[in-house]
């Protein structure tokens, strides 16, 4: 059996190593072990297919990590793990312990810059490069872009501002007409006209013919020739006005060339910031992924013959699916509901939406800012505008909510997806900061379901407030298994839920912890310990007549939600010092998730690390009422 080159290369160093006729035989070897890989793992498969000749051929040219190569949101990332020193670990991927699926600074010297969320990369590449030409120093700075990335503003004040300094910043315009969803806009329509390649290469073919007959003196016109041409026929002057040297497009999947022209861009004496404009397929080389709608952007375990994925069945439905299923009903009675994402359809569940009311679903690309006030615009004419956007992608729009939504107080409805922590991505995409950032905003109305049934009613309730916008929460996942209710049962604005009463403590649960809650309530019961719990539904407005009820009958309070400090219990607590509960000597303890960014593994896990189980539930009861803190200082004060 013949070695395999890639069994050869543990560093990029190695694959240097090589000659240039080679590198088409790793590129194949590099594309099996992917397959292989996220056929185990799970997770972002489409995108690193469509990148493994580019991978090699950067690694090939420049001399990482020295030269400092950025990979946009990182899902297409794996195979260059593979090559960087972390093929032995590659199987560990997206688990807990293991390797991120997105880059890491932490993770290695080959990952310059981390990534998950869109359009960062050439913001992050421009500052590297302006800091070696302060510190003198000649290594490369590259950045990986895809066309999808390319749809948000910050690609294009990164571009500007790049191309005023006149840095030396090579970009890759990794252009695979393919984002998460099929990309939307301009941009993506002008990138479209660019791929009009045999009549774009048979053309240019001519032009070079023609240019050579030019004697050398008429050379300097000959160039001058060329770029009109490229300009005209590439549409290049894009790239032209913003200050970058535009080349393209060419064959993303051809290695030997990507190599040749790599090299050329890296000896040039071009003064400011360089663009390649590179056509690559998602999901190139394995075929179920190039039939795939989504070109397997993300998978679970797959059979790599069949290409079929191993997926959890599971009885109730994903809050994703409730969400959009509920919404659906809605707008089918009432004609103002519209809906917005920000390149998500499938991952929000608006996919759905469209199918059924194509008119009135806007997927606005990767510009969540736009989002926002796009939907504030739409709700000063009295349409009901529901913006579904996952919790970290929210926290891009967060001046918008405030400025253009808030201060106004436009009824936009916020549909926050993926709240709380998400399990193998990490946390780049766990939702830990909505509730605190929207609470502290006047006038809106902040939400978290316990379950599907609450979602549904959150969702009714959302569609009658049109005097103030409103925000409701719920997790990646399935739902409990629960029966869903009408469309028509609303939630009292502000009005939380006694949903078991006991003595001494009270627990008040703010979203999807309530199931472990009752877990705790059970265990607690054992020891004769019976539990009040209380599904506050509301982290603004409060109940505060429950609260206060509730903090003035028991010895101990103990408030638990999925998020950060700030939040719900941030919020209780002060409600309870502003009226002088706490002067009676009321125990209170806020439950929350730590202060600490936890990496990626098993959700259920991640919680027990974030002590947010029902068996840390237990404890922090426990120990509550064994303290005798106050106590102990009245002591200490007589002693004295």
Known sequence: ???????????????????????????QELRSELIDVVSETGGHLGAGLGVVELTVALHYVFNTPKDKLVWDVGHQCYPHKIITGRK??????RKGGGLSGFTKRAESEYDPFGAAHSSTSISSTLGMATAKRLSNDNNNVVAVIGDGAMSAGMAYEAMNNAGAMKSKLIVILNDNDMSIAPPVGAMSKYLARLLSGKIYFSLRETIKLILSAFSKRFSKSAGKAEDMFRSMVTGGTLFNQLGFYYIGPIDGH??????????????????????????????????????????????????????????????APSYTKVFANTLIKHAE???????????????????????????????????????????????TEGYKPFAAIYSTFLQRAYDQVVHDVAIQSLPVRFAIDRAGLVGADGPTHAGSFDVAYLSTLPNFVVMAASDESELVKMINTSVKINDKPSAFRYPRGNGIGVELPEINETLEIGKGKLIKKGKQVAILN?????????????????????????????????????IIDVATNHEVVISIEEGSIGGFGSHVMQLLSDKGV??????????????????????????????????SIVNKIEETLSSNIIFARSKNKNLN
């Open 333 to 379: 009675n009432d004609t103002k509901i519209v809906a917005i994402t920000g390149a998500m359809p499938s991952g929000t569940g608006l996919d759905l939406f469209e199918k059924k009311f194509p008119e009135r679903m806007f997927d606005v690309g990767i510009a969540e800012q736009h989002g926002v006030t796009f939907a504030a615009g739409l709700a």
């Open 582 to 615: 706490f002067d009676t000597g009321l125990k209170f303890r806020s439950m929350i998730l730590p202060d600490v960014f936890i990496d990626q593994d098993n959700p259920e896990k991640m919680y027990k690390k974030a002590g947010l189980d029902s068996q």
């Open 88 to 93: 032995d670990r590659i199987r560990t991927l």
């Open 510 to 546: 703010f979203g999807a912890r309530l199931n472990e809650c009752k877990k705790a309530s059970d265990i607690l019961l054992a020891k004769g310990i019976d539990i009040t719990i209380v599904d506050a539904r509301f982290a603004k407005p409060l109940d505060e007549k429950l």
């Open 1 to 27: 059996m013949t070695e395999k080159l890639l069994d050869k290369i543990n560093y990029p160093a190695d694959l240097r190593k090589l000659e240039k006729n080679q590198l088409e035989k790793v590129s």
């Open 254 to 315: 051809d290695v030997n060339n990507l190599v040749t022209i790599l090299e050329n861009v890296k000896n040039s004496r071009h003064e400011g910031p360089i663009l390649i404009h590179a056509i690559t397929k998602k999901g190139k080389g394995y075929k179920p992924a190039e039939e795939s709608g989504d070109k397997y952007h993300g998978v679970s375990k797959f059979n790599v013959l069949t290409g079929e994925q191993s997926k959890g069945k599971s009885k």
